[in-house]
């Protein structure tokens, strides 16, 4: 198929508005906060002395001086006033005015000031969310109660990614997650979505109904050449708004027996490397965007070795590091970078691995759920959930039990 033409024609002559992110400065609570809400949960602090529960973040109880947990807590809330905030000093906040903002009385007990969806009103009952904001920081947002936020509200996009009318990259459609991912995309309504096609080239891809459909460019990309990155990124013919990398090499095989050199070499070369020709290549392009983002699939053998997956736990450990160094650098520009968690998957790759596996749709499911959130870290299928779970429990316990 051809590929769309431009949504929008600018002047290449005319200078790129800068895009702010919202301000940066937290205090070590609140940063506590943002790490929660990082991975989708809607936590407060909790007094281990009086039980009182508090918002802002503190270091310590407001009534009693006690000690603060984290807690989650109920999303509910009602509506008791709102403003319109018209004019501000704040770089970020000036480019989005007016902006509306709301006092809610929680239902978990504070008194809350949060950033209010276009279709709340005072005495509504309101669905609270701790959502990640361009700078990476927490931040409350409250939506309407019992239905899903209307994706069109301007400040409810300011938290999420938007896929509809998006232009999208998987790095690697030829295997069974990528078709899955392509094909949720496509439904999703993106406006364009460009299938990276490993090497070699195949004749079964010209009969390929899934590639053949409009709205889906098939670009051949091998992230082991810098090269080929750069022809399949110019093929693009427009912007780039989310990149999701969805290349891997699963190969078993342990260290002292059963590892394949060869094998081991490919994976990272491939993983990890490519992961970082892609990034930085990628990384001037969604810097551009309004609502941009990076997704990055990685398996639970990254928090904890699997010894008979030796060099993949390497691989997908190294990544994983790099994904948080990523995420980091890319904060100043506002572009969002994701990681999905996900158990072993059913496919070619994990032939040799007993169920419970999880089915390509239902992480291609899950990446459209991280994006409409915003989330930055989150988990597909039990296996990563528990996995997470054990390892921020006790990660030097869980690497052994692994093993035993």
Known sequence: MTARALC??????????????????RSSALHAMSARAA????????????????????????RCWGSLVWN???????????????????????DHLPWRMGKLALDAGPVALAHLHADLRVGDRADMQLVIDKGGNAALFAGPAGRNAD???RQWR???IPVKDRTILVSDAR???????????HAAGARLVVAGMAPPARTA??????????????????????????????????PLDIVINSARFVRSGGVSHGGNLTDQRRAFELSVMGFSRLAQACAPMLAGRASSAFVDIVSAHALAPDADFAAHSAVEAARHSLVQSFRHEMRNAGVRVLSVLTGPTDDEDHQS???????????????????ARGIEQSCVGDVATDALTRWMADPALYTREKNL
């Open 175 to 185: 295997s069974a997650l990528g078709r899955a991912i392509v094909g949720a995309l």
């Open 205 to 238: 891809d010209l009969a390929d109904e899934l590639l053949a459909q409009d709205g889906i460019q098939p670009v051949p990309l091998d992230l082991t050449d810098p090269v080929s990155i750069a022809e399949g990124l110019s093929k693009i013919g427009g």
């Open 72 to 94: 989650d807590q109920a999303r509910g809330a009602e509506l008791l006033s709102e403003t319109v905030i018209r004019t501000t000093t704040d770089l970020y906040f000036r």
């Open 8 to 25: 929008d024609k600018r002047d290449p002559l005319a200078r790129r508005k800068d895009r702010h992110v919202p301000p940066g400065s």
């Open 39 to 62: 991975t989708g949960r809607f936590v407060l602090q909790a007094c281990s002395d009086c039980g009182v529960i508090t918002y802002p973040p503190r270091d310590a109880c407001p």
């Open 158 to 160: 300011e938290f999420m």
């Open 151 to 153: 994706m069109h509200d």
């Open 353 to 371: 691995i007993p169920p419970p596996k999880v089915a390509p749709t239902r992480i291609a499911q899950g990446i459209l759920a991280a994006l």
